[in-house]
């Protein structure tokens, strides 16, 4: 009793310290209105009065869904507030210093609102408009001295609306309505609640940046003249987060414009796009409700003139810090595309597209981990280390989590979720921070979502078809062997998480599963190629490289699977990645990057669009409306980073780490990854007699590195790192133990 009691204190002290930041701050609304509709759009202003500057002026900002704040009349935030939520009843804040945009005496607050009022696969609504700030070292916040304005001149356009996953409206904004009424007058703001009170529930600190705003880009564009209207084309110089602005000139007013981009249908679904009504006269208008794409359109009447076109890129702070070079251009082009649509989906969370959804599904996340960890700055982790925390955070009380998250969807994908918890899931992202925090918070989600897995007498894992029986987009997939492979390497992530935070019987039972498993998978071995009993299509080649990745298939297997993957070509690009990473296991990496540049080749080489598709083609012959946008085919980065310049974590956090080059279709290649440590670089370059490896190895690490030779004589300067230790040689390779610093090897053939 006195334990829990002890318990139910800390609690306590923790909630109150939690809401002491908010001070007497209190929930607004704008006064006599209802704000809260679908796309509604508010003011709130407040004056107040420094009479000196304390040295940090930290204020804490609360609204659903985003705000824009100015201080003193400047922009000092461009899109603040996360998407809802972090679990599937509470909020982000932001915090957001003010001091370097404040001075002695009067100062203007002013917080522009955009309330989504909509659901979707990426937010969950409130059903109220709100502010709430705390400012707590200047005395201010919110309460009804605030003064606000619900803003008529913003709606909803028409048809065509966003599709039913996306819970932002396309904007209407009529510059009339915004004259007409610019000279009413503000009202007393209306306190609906504290911190904490419901619909908004607690509140939890925005765990990832704020947003990067590049600011207003000139852009050149052509005017063409059509029947009824012209059309502005601007060719944009990538795949982008975009706020269009414009410029114009109208003798007469009230004349529709319409802008939006060549993904205004997300391969098969309708995204947004805004309309701007214009006054009479000289105005400009940028539209905050940002849009992706590679060009914009504006659509206008003949007599209104343009007088300048700009756009306002935006995006997650976290930018490539990496980089690849090799001398074959298909490659280059090839990490080129694939970083574009890395950071096209990453935002609030991670997406599968910014276009059709802005959902972070988790079978993608997965993947796009995989690829930042070799090529974007570490401050991408924060955005990982969110998604972990909701993804537990909505799991429900059967044990089952689900993605895409956070949002309404509420159907588990099973495959989807045993990859996102396993080895390359929460595993990789703990081997490359060594955040073991986040493994602490997660690990009971991860053992009860396991519990849900059962095994057959005969080992393999027990049917289980969840919600949607989902493997793979493309053809002939082998359910229960995909299902199988996920759940050994779940299992073994779990292991791994047990023995990292002591729980000793736990990790034996993990493996004791494994093995049962293993034992039922290598059952449905044919002699030459796996195949479940009851599986009646094609050999499933995501069955037999998803073997490889996890350990279950023995090396005697492997010229079997090798050349049954030179036959077997049904894996979309999601699982691709997969079967070229098993082909470099195997020992086949030059066969592996034939078969990346045969199965990637019209995404890489298409020349209209800077971002990587969805399925191997576009449209509606692409899998699931075909989007152009989809980093998860960006899979072959990674293996290119791991397996052909060699470079992996081998203990967490990169304080040691290997590098096995593997120079395969290549003659000279390099690349820098960044990690927690500092940048790793290594590079080749093959000659007619002596080939050229090197290799930099940050502060406070070391390296193990694996010269393709047997000996040190064969290898000038290798002599004073030779590590002799039994445990870590590699076949055919001579291994060297090098502490921080940069090296150059040349090795005679």
Not at 247 to 256: K, N, Q, R, T
């Given at each position: ?624 409306g075909g989007t152009t946008n989809h980093a998860w085919s960006g899979g072959p980065l990674t293996v290119i980073a ?108």
């Amino acid at each position: 009793m006195r334990k829990s009691l002890f318990i139910v204190v800390i609690l306590l002290s923790y909630a109150l310290s939690a809401l002491a930041q908010w001070n007497d701050a209190k929930w607004i609304t704008v006064g006599e209105v209802n704000a809260d509709v679908p796309n509604s759009w508010a003011r709130y202003r407040k004056d107040v009065l420094i009479k000196s500057l304390p040295e940090q002026v930290l204020a804490n900002i609360c609204v659903d869904s985003k705000y824009w704040l100015y201080v003193n009349g400047k922009q000092v935030v461009f899109e603040g507030g996360l998407k809802r939520g972090p679990n599937p009843t509470d909020s982000y804040y932001d915090v957001v210093n003010l001091r370097p945009h404040l001075r002695k005496g009067v100062n203007s607050i002013e917080v522009l609102v955009w309330h989504f009022g909509k659901t979707g696969f990426s937010h969950i609504d409130s059903g109220r408009m709100g502010l709430l700030f705390s400012a707590p070292a200047i005395g201010l916040v919110s309460n009804s001295e605030w003064e606000s304005r619900l803003l008529a001149e913003y709606s909803e356009c028409g048809e065509p609306k966003p599709n039913y996953r996306l819970s932002e409206s396309s904007i209407h904004y009529d510059a009339r309505v915004a004259q007409a009424d610019a000279e009413k007058p503000y009202v007393a703001s209306k306190e609906i609640g504290k911190a904490g009170d419901a619909p908004w529930n607690a509140l939890h600190e925005r765990p990832i940046p704020l947003f990067k705003d590049f600011g207003l880009k000139k852009v050149k564009f052509t005017r063409t003249e059509g029947e009824k209207e012209d059309t502005l084309v601007a060719h944009l110089p990538y795949n982008m987060h975009l706020t269009p602005y414009i410029e114009v000139d109208d003798p007469e007013g009230g004349s529709l414009i319409r802008l939006q981009t060549d993904h205004i249908q997300g391969g098969s679904e309708w995204s947004v796009r805004a309309e701007y009504v214009t006054c009479k006269g000289k105005q400009s208008y940028e539209s905050l409700g940002w849009m992706n794409g590679e060009i914009l359109y504006v659509i206008l009447p003949h007599h209104v003139r343009v007088t300048k076109l700009q756009y306002r890129e935006s995006g997650y702070d976290g930018l490539p810090e990496g980089s690849f070079h090799c001398d074959d251009s298909y490659f280059n082009r090839f990490w080129k595309k694939g970083l574009r649509t890395l950071y096209v989906n990453m935002r609030d969370t991670y997406y599968d597209c910014p276009d059709r959804e802005r959902a972070q599904w988790w079978g993608d996340a997965t993947v796009l981990m995989g690829e930042c960890f070799y090529t974007y700055s570490p401050r991408v982790h924060h955005l990982m280390r969110k998604g972990i925390l909701e993804l537990c955070a909505f799991q429900n009380d059967k044990g089952i989590i689900h993605s895409p998250i956070p949002g309404n969807y509420d159907s588990e994908l099973p495959a989807q979720m045993l990859a996102s918890i396993g080895l390359y899931g929460f595993w990789n992202y703990y081997m490359n921070t060594a955040d073991t925090l986040t493994i602490r918070e997660v690990y009971p989600a991860v053992c009860r979502y396991l519990d849900v897995w059962k095994i057959e007498p005969g080992g393999l894992t027990a049917e289980r078809h969840g919600a949607w029986d989902w493997g793979d987009w493309g053809d002939h997939r082998d359910m229960r062997l995909i299902y199988a492979a996920w759940h050994y390497m779940a299992l073994d992530a779990a292991a791994r998480m047990a023995d990292l935070l002591g729980k000793t019987q736990d990790a034996y039972l993990f493996r004791q599963k494994m093995t049962q498993v293993k034992r039922g998978y290598n059952a449905c071995w044919t002699g030459k190629a796996y195949r479940h009993p009851t599986f009646t299509g094609d050999t499933d080649d995501r069955v037999q490289a998803l073997a490889i990745i996890s350990g279950i298939a023995d090396t005697d297997k492997y010229p079997a699977i090798s050349k049954l993957l030179r036959t077997q070509k049904h894996a979309s690009p999601y699982m691709e990645k997969y079967v070229m990473e098993s082909l470099f296991q195997m020992g086949d990496g030059e066969y592996a990057m034939e078969r990346a540049h045969e199965r990637y080749h019209h995404m890489v080489m298409d020349s209209l669009h800077t971002t990587l598709y969805e399925g191997w083609l576009a449209g509606a012959n692409g899998f699931g409306g075909g989007t152009t946008n989809h980093a998860w085919s960006g899979g072959p980065l990674t293996v290119i980073a791991q397996y052909l310049m060699g470079v992996s974590v081998r203990e967490p956090g990169w304080k040691v780490f290997s590098v096995c080059p593997v120079p395969v279709r290549f003659k000279k290649a390099d690349i820098s990854i960044p990690t927690i440590r500092g940048m790793v670089k290594t590079a080749f370059q093959l000659g007619e007699t002596t080939d050229v490896y090197s290799i930099t190895v940050p502060r406070d690490t070391h390296a193990y590195y694996y010269l393709p030779c047997q000996d040190a004589a064969q290898a000038k300067g290798a002599e004073a790192y030779i590590c002799t230790d039994s445990t870590v040689q590699k076949e055919g390779r001579l291994c060297l133990l090098l502490p921080a610093g940069s090296y150059k090897f040349k090795v005679r053939k």
